[in-house]
């Protein structure tokens, strides 16, 4: 059996049990897009600034599922990755964290954020400790494991009521200059008319926005490169125009939406036997329903068989 139609370095993974080919590699199926690749070399040139008093800001904006924490998450996995490689030799004992990337609490809670910040840099958190000591203790930390750019995903969830929003730009300016790191900032639209409202820290940030992706010759490119990394045995047309037309209007470009997608549909191909994801197996699984159901779809979607 060929599987010409697979990118090499996946292709030993085609006669793996479902557990390892689908459940366990799908987190590592990354598809790197023009825009993603802007993204990083934006991040990279933070990695290289280090400390600093008046740290630059990266925002990172776009809509939900647009795989914004995705992008995030296979960064600093890389970023790690290169750092264990590497080898560097540390004149402290703590490990080399160059990054860290933290989700921000729902309730703008300041000792779970440093508890947070604490644990992602290697150090148990006191929950008996005193509040005034934890920004000192996390700054002293960075120094020890080398931290170069800290991430904070989901900065929406702490943009507070109206009568509370200076005070929470107030803290945002204040953990930047304690920090001492370039910062990137990830969240929805309303985060970055959030911070925009500040004028000094609008002079701090770039932005970024994370669009979906477009339904012309992207989104086919798109389809065309995952294809090559889901290992399945056969080959899945997911470029042609039915399938592009079935997946786009289902995900509406969004890239989280379209992977969770691809991945119910490639467990019903290897369930069924057919080795192969088509339009069939994609409408077929619950998570579609869902949301065919959501869009409030009267027809079907999917070319007739």
Do not use: C
């Amino acid at each position: 059996m060929t599987l010409d139609h697979l990118h090499p370095d996946v292709r030993h993974l085609a006669s793996e049990p479902i557990k390892v080919r689908i459940y366990e590699f799908w987190p590592r199926i990354f598809v790197q897009t023009k825009t993603v690749e802007a993204i990083y070399r934006e991040m990279d040139r933070l990695v290289l600034r280090g400390d600093q008093a008046r740290s630059p800001i990266l925002l990172l904006w776009g809509d939900s599922n647009v795989g914004k924490t995705a992008l995030l998450e296979r960064y600093v996995r890389d970023k790690m990755e290169e750092a264990v490689q590497g080898g560097e030799v540390r004149a402290s004992l703590y490990p080399n964290i160059p990054v860290i990337m933290i989700s921000m609490p729902a309730d703008n809670n300041r000792t779970e954020f440093f508890e947070l910040m604490l644990t992602k840099l290697g150090r148990v958190f006191n929950p008996y400790g005193k509040n005034d000591a934890l920004s000192p203790v996390t700054r002293k930390l960075m120094e020890e494991v080398g931290l170069r750019l800290a991430i904070f995903d989901e900065i929406h969830n702490v943009i507070p009521a109206h009568d509370a929003k200076a005070e929470m730009l107030r803290q945002i300016k204040e953990l930047s200059n304690k920090i001492r790191r370039p910062m990137v900032l990830s969240g929805t639209r309303e985060a970055y008319e959030f911070i925009s409202a500040s004028i000094e820290l609008k002079e701090r940030f770039i932005d970024i926005e994370m669009p979906r992706l477009e339904r012309g010759d992207e989104f086919p490119t798109f389809l065309r490169t995952i294809a090559r990394l889901i290992p399945l045995k056969k080959p899945s047309p997911l470029s042609k125009s039915e399938m592009v037309d079935l997946l786009y209007n289902l995900s509406e470009g969004l890239t989280g939406r379209l992977s969770e997608l691809l991945y119910h549909a490639a467990i019903a191909a290897v369930e069924d036997g057919t080795e192969r994801i088509t339009a069939d197996n994609v409408i077929s699984t619950i998570y579609a329903k869902n949301i065919l159901r959501r869009l409030g779809a009267v027809r079907t979607l999917a070319p007739e068989p």
